[in-house]
């Protein structure tokens, strides 16, 4: 499925081109072709699904080629509910990024800061508002929002609107809303209470479920490094010296990041591209293309970026760095072991990332292999002074070992444990 399928218009493709997305994401395949014909949807799906294009897009369709408000006037006419801030900020930069090519404005209000930057941006007038609660009613109450003319309703993550106490505001907001209108309801999980609230703000909805990613492909082989930041460059390069692993997908959370790796990679002959949201579309291809080929060893990617390359019997995933989302990491390493193949996935945890490990743990309900025999190993645990001595004893003896073989070896063969007899 392409967004030409989904018959958007021309000012939001070219959008779309201009933020490099390649293909819809499944809950966009899903929700937008129902959006666009006016129907009320009950989305089960969690942050990095993509869900907020596929709402943002459909409404700025409509807004767009709709009939116009009357001459003068620029009542708002559509409403996003969301829990937080960063969220309300992350949605009113989506809208802003997918309707650039539109004349259609939005603005974003919540608490915490003052209200005038706010309050000035209503006067002025908006399409589509994006809104914290508490701060929505602050301001209804004050006179400066009317919501009698909204003909688009989204409630975002419901399940964490009520979780954080949202409920009675809610309701207040909702009792203000037109009958007539179209309403959309995303929220993680669906509990009875969430189901029940739907009901209330739903009518006859398409229901739509993106599966939240679980469980991990039985396929692929997990692998876990401990170690600390500043030896993160030279374990992956250590990692890399496995001649099996002619062919690596690499994850890094920044573009920037991604950029270092590529040329710490670089400095040491090991060829390696990035793609990341800053480069064209062109160097993306590219890069891609002499993975593919085989012309360069690593390809390292952001998490955005990685999304709708097709990279066939992939086999080696590595986390440079551990996502906090503990779905990324599925998501990151089902790149692996693709149709049946066998996958293997490395992450390099530095101590700040533990905590991410004891989630992404918890969400596949297994425990990931630690390597325990490598020449990096993480330092900054806490342990008793004495610990520490005989610790940093046997770390600088197994160093001194990696950089004696090195020399012995010139670098040509890897020492360490080798995947491949790993394997099943
Ligand atoms: P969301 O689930 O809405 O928080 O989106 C997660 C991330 O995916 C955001 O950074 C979006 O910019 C990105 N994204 C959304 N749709 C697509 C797409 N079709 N292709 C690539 N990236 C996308």
């Given at each position: 499925m392409t967004f030409e399928q989904l018959e958007l218009i021309a000012p939001i493709q070219q959008a779309l081109k201009d933020e490099n997305y390649v293909a819809p994401t499944p809950i966009q395949v899903q929700a937008i072709p129902y959006l666009l014909k006016g129907r009320d949807i009950l989305a089960s799906a969690q942050t990095g699904t993509g869900k907020t294009a596929a709402f943002a897009i459909p409404i700025l369709?409509?807004?767009?080629?709709?009939?116009p408000p009357p001459r003068g006037l620029r009542p708002i006419r559509a409403l996003i509910l969301t829990p937080t801030r960063e969220l309300a900020i992350q949605i009113g930069e989506s809208l802003n990024a997918y309707g650039r090519h539109t004349k259609i404005r939005n603005t974003v209000i919540f608490g915490g800061v003052n209200q005038n930057?706010?309050?000035q941006a209503l006067r002025r007038g908006v399409d589509i508002l994006v809104a914290t609660p508490g701060r929505l009613l602050d301001l209804m109450n004050q006179g400066y929002i009317h919501l009698d003319t909204i003909e688009y309703f989204v409630l975002d993550e419901a399940d964490r609107m009520l979780d954080m106490g949202f409920i009675h505001d809610?309701?207040?907001?909702?009792?203000?809303?037109?009958r007539q209108?179209?309403?959309?309801?995303?929220?993680?999980?669906m509990p009875d209470t969430i189901v029940s609230l739907s009901r209330k703000i739903l009518t006859d909805p398409v229901k739509i479920a993106v599966s939240p990613v679980s469980s991990t492909a039985e396929t692929i082989q997990q692998y876990l490094y401990l170690t600390n930041k500043s030896s993160k460059p030279e374990l992956l390069?250590?990692?890399?010296k496995d001649p099996e692993m002619d062919q690596v997908l690499l994850f890094?959370?920044?573009?920037?990041?991604?950029?270092?790796?590529c040329k710490n990679l670089g400095k040491k002959h090991i060829g390696a591209a990035a793609i990341h949201g800053n480069k064209s579309q062109n160097q993306r291809q590219k890069a891609l293309k002499d993975f593919k080929e085989g012309r360069v060893r690593v390809l390292?990617?952001?998490?955005?970026?990685?999304?709708?390359?097709d990279i066939d019997q992939l086999r080696y995933v590595v986390n440079y760095d551990i996502p906090n989302e503990p779905e990324t990491y599925v998501h990151r390493i089902g790149r692996s072991g693709r149709a049946g193949e066998e996958g293997i996935s490395i992450s390099l945890c530095e101590p700040e990332e533990n905590e991410y490990i004891r989630s992404i743990e918890k969400l596949i309900d297994q425990r990931i292999e630690r390597v325990e025999d490598h020449p990096f190993p993480?330092?900054?645990?806490?342990?008793?002074?004495?610990?520490?001595?005989?610790?940093?004893?046997?770390?600088?003896?197994?160093?001194q070992e990696y950089f004696e073989s090195r020399r012995k070896n010139k670098g040509n063969r890897d020492t360490g444990r080798g995947y491949k007899r790993n394997k099943r």
């Open positions: 369709q409509h807004l767009v080629s709709g009939p930057k706010q309050t809610i309701r207040k907001v909702l009792a203000e809303l037109p209108r179209q309403s959309l309801f995303f929220s993680a999980t390069f250590h990692i890399l890094s959370r920044t573009k920037h990041g991604a950029d270092r790796i390292v990617a952001t998490d955005i970026a990685s999304r709708g390359i993480q330092t900054d645990s806490p342990m008793t002074a004495e610990e520490k001595r005989a610790f940093e004893k046997e770390k600088a003896r197994k160093r």
